[in-house]
Nanobody, 115 residues
Framework: QVQLVESGGGLVQAGGSLRLSCVAS????????MGWYRQAPGKQRDLVAV???????NYADSVKGRFTISRDNAKNTVYLQMHSLKPEDTAVYYC?????????WGQGTQVTVSS
């Protein structure tokens, strides 16, 4: 089993910054891609950013230039640095990790951006 614990969410004013963290533990030998998704009320869960084990990244168009995903393999941790936050970034942010072909979700962390 794989456990994911997210942290770093909160309330921030528009234009502000937040940094999300997600720590993986348990049966995590061979972590592949790590990523962040978000789900706003009444909407589907969408990909925000993903990083492969080799460090390649991909971002949703809506966050390019504002968000940066990174990972620390020694700490089994993935980060999402968010700058220039907008009210439309308000959502629950979920960490997702691929291990041996199986995907695991974190519990989610709320990000609220006030105008």
């Amino acid at each position: 089993q794989v456990q994911l614990v997210e942290s770093g969410g909160g309330l921030v004013q528009a234009g502000g910054s937040l940094r999300l963290s997600c720590v993986a533990s348990g049966s995590i030998l061979g972590i592949n891609a790590m990523g962040w998704y978000r789900q706003a009320p009444g909407k589907q869960r969408d990909l925000v950013a993903v990083i492969t084990s080799g460090g390649m990244t991909n971002y949703a168009d809506s966050v390019k230039g504002r968000f940066t995903i990174s990972r620390d393999n020694a700490k089994n941790t993935v980060y999402l640095q968010m700058h220039s936050l907008k009210p439309e970034d308000t959502a629950v942010y979920y960490c997702r990790v691929m291990v041996a072909g199986a995907g695991y979700w974190g519990q989610g962390t709320q990000v609220t951006v006030s105008s």
